[in-house]
């Protein structure tokens, strides 16, 4: 190689990156978001399902057989 300064920053990074995937690194607990727009979500929701209620085709009428 011919910058060795190169070497010892490649080699450190691909140490840092190699074991920060291993079990026992340290691990930052995640806080649950609040669920600011459920109410919002829910209501949308309920909206929707009534309109496709109501703009959906009636089923078909069985086909009749011939005995």
Same mark, same amino acid.
């Given at each position: ?23 026992? @690194?340290?691990?930052? +607990?995640? !806080?649950?978001? =609040?669920? *600011?727009?459920? /109410?919002?979500? #829910? @209501?949308?929701?309920? +909206?929707? !399902?009534?309109? =496709?209620? *109501?703009?959906? /085709?009636?089923? #078909? ?7």
């Amino acid at each position: 190689m011919e910058q060795p300064t190169g070497f010892v920053v490649a080699i450190d990074a691909v140490t840092r990156h190699v074991n920060s995937a291993r079990p026992d @690194a340290p691990v930052r +607990a995640e !806080r649950p978001r =609040a669920a *600011r727009l459920a /109410p919002t979500r #829910l @209501a949308a929701a309920g +909206a929707l !399902r009534r309109l =496709a209620d *109501r703009i959906q /085709p009636p089923p #078909l009428p069985a086909p009749r057989r011939c005995s």
